[in-house]
């Protein structure tokens, strides 16, 4: 499945999220004009068993939103327990 999100079962992989802002969203601004998009950065970071920060992405469109993170140039979507497990302010 090139080219495709997938849920990563290994999510353990992940072992804190911090708060991580970019400058624009210490500015109070968004990524795109829209609000939407396909790879949009939040505003955390997870913190990976390999010691290694990774930003988390949004992809958003209409009322809904995934969140994902990018491992070995894939996007491996975060499921929302894992987010409720790292006490990640939904």
């Given amino acids: 499945m090139e080219g495709k999100a997938m849920v990563n079962s290994e999510l353990d992989i992940i072992r804190r999220i911090i708060y991580a802002p970019m400058p624009w969203h210490l500015a109070g601004l968004t990524y795109t004009a829209s609000g939407y998009g396909a790879k949009i950065p939040s505003r955390?970071?997870?913190?990976?068993?390999?010691?290694?920060?990774?930003?988390?992405?949004?992809?958003?469109?209409?009322?809904?939103?995934?969140?994902?993170?990018?491992?070995?140039?894939?996007?491996?979507?975060?499921?929302?327990?894992v987010l409720q497990q790292h006490q990640f302010p939904l």
């Fill in 44 to 81: 955390w970071m997870a913190v990976c068993r390999d010691g290694r920060k990774r930003r988390i992405y949004v992809v958003c469109y209409s009322n809904a939103a995934s969140m994902f993170i990018v491992l070995g140039g894939k996007k491996t979507i975060i499921p929302e327990t």
